[in-house]
T-cell receptor, first 109, second 115 residues
Framework: GQNIDQPTEMTATEGAIVQINCTYQ??????LFWYQQHAGEAPTFLSY????GLEEKGRFSSFLSRSKGYSYLLLKELQMKDSASYLC??????????FGAGTTVTVRA | EAGVAQSPRYKIIEKRQSVAFWCNPI?????LYWYQQILGQGPKLLIQ????????DSQLPKDRFSAERLKGVDSTLKIQPAKLEDSAVYLC????FGTGGHEQYFGPGTRLTVT
């Protein structure tokens, strides 16, 4: 089973930076994913980390520390369209994916 | 390429009625998943298929939920009889591989309301 914790809500201003933290406990870690989900829509893939370190993809970066059971998603140069829920998901050795409850990010003008 | 297709998009039924959802994955994707997402929560895996075989159905309430993927392509998820707590969005996802493949592609979901 999984314990995946992430903040419920975050608010930031357009153009700013926001960091969404995710902590997890698992008996067999096999990768961590971040998905973006706009209200009423399906989740879409943002990033994947399986080794420690930072993965950068445009305005979005994701970091992983396996020893600490910790990841964060960094959103830079926030835009209004970034207002969405961000889901942290952990994959175990059996390749089953477990999702956190999601962090709702609201971007204000 | 075409994405994951699901129908219907919305369904309203009364408790104790039955309902079925359909999913057509991305062409060539061997692995298909059904998730239940209750409002304010992350998706919860109900069942995972590899081709037409079940890989994981440990969280499927088998007394009322059933799913099949007879030809290893499209899939149906059925609830019979429905309960109020089944109100949720039912998401179908597919991936190229069940193991090693990095991302799952999600369909638009079916929003079920049980009254």
């Amino acid at each position: 089973g999984q314990n995946i914790d992430q903040p419920t809500e975050m608010t930031a201003t357009e153009g700013a930076i926001v960091q969404i933290n995710c902590t997890y406990q698992t008996s067999g870690f096999n990768g961590l994913f971040w998905y973006q989900q706009h209200a009423g829509e399906a989740p879409t893939f943002l990033s994947y980390n399986v080794l420690d370190g930072l993965e950068e993809k445009g305005r979005f970066s994701s970091f992983l520390s396996r020893s600490k059971g910790y990841s964060y998603l960094l959103l830079k140069e926030l835009q209004m369209k970034d207002s969405a829920s961000y889901l942290c998901a952990v994959r175990e050795k059996d390749y089953k994916l477990s999702f956190g409850a999601g962090t709702t990010v609201t971007v204000r003008a | 390429e075409a994405g994951v297709a699901q129908s219907p998009r919305y369904k309203i039924i009364e408790k104790r009625q039955s309902v079925a959802f359909w999913c057509n994955p991305i062409s060539g994707h061997a692995t298909l998943y059904w998730y239940q997402q209750i409002l304010g929560q992350g998706p919860k895996l109900l069942i995972q298929f590899q081709n037409n075989g079940v890989v994981d159905d440990s969280q499927l309430p088998k007394d009322r939920f059933s799913a099949e993927r007879l030809k290893g392509v499209d899939s149906t998820l059925k609830i019979q009889p429905a309960k109020l707590e089944d109100s949720a969005v039912y998401l179908c996802a597919s991936s190229l591989f069940g193991t090693g493949g990095h991302e799952q592609y999600f369909g638009p979901g079916t929003r079920l309301t049980v009254t």
